[in-house]
């Protein structure tokens, strides 16, 4: 069973319905928010971030 299949199977459709109408109407986060999270899910923990070159060179 995949986790969508255990979800729906917990949830059941009514749920998963709800939960679709309320993300669509939610507003777009603003640009500060999506650059901010786009830093933390790119270097979790504080870790830096990587690049081609960073990753080239370090492999050298």
């Given amino acids: 069973m995949t986790p969508r299949e255990r979800r729906r199977?917990?949830?059941g459709d009514d749920v998963i319905k709800h939960?679709?109408?309320e993300?669509?109407?939610a507003p777009p986060?603003?640009?500060?928010?999506v650059t901010a999270l786009r830093r933390?899910?790119?270097a979790p923990a504080g870790r830096p971030e990587t690049t081609p070159a960073s990753r080239q060179?370090?492999?050298a």
């Fill in 57 to 59: 060179r370090d492999a």
């Fill in 40 to 42: 933390i899910f790119t």
């Fill in 23 to 25: 993300a669509d109407a």
């Fill in 19 to 21: 939960i679709h109408a």
């Fill in 29 to 33: 986060p603003p640009p500060h928010l």
């Fill in 9 to 11: 199977m917990l949830l």
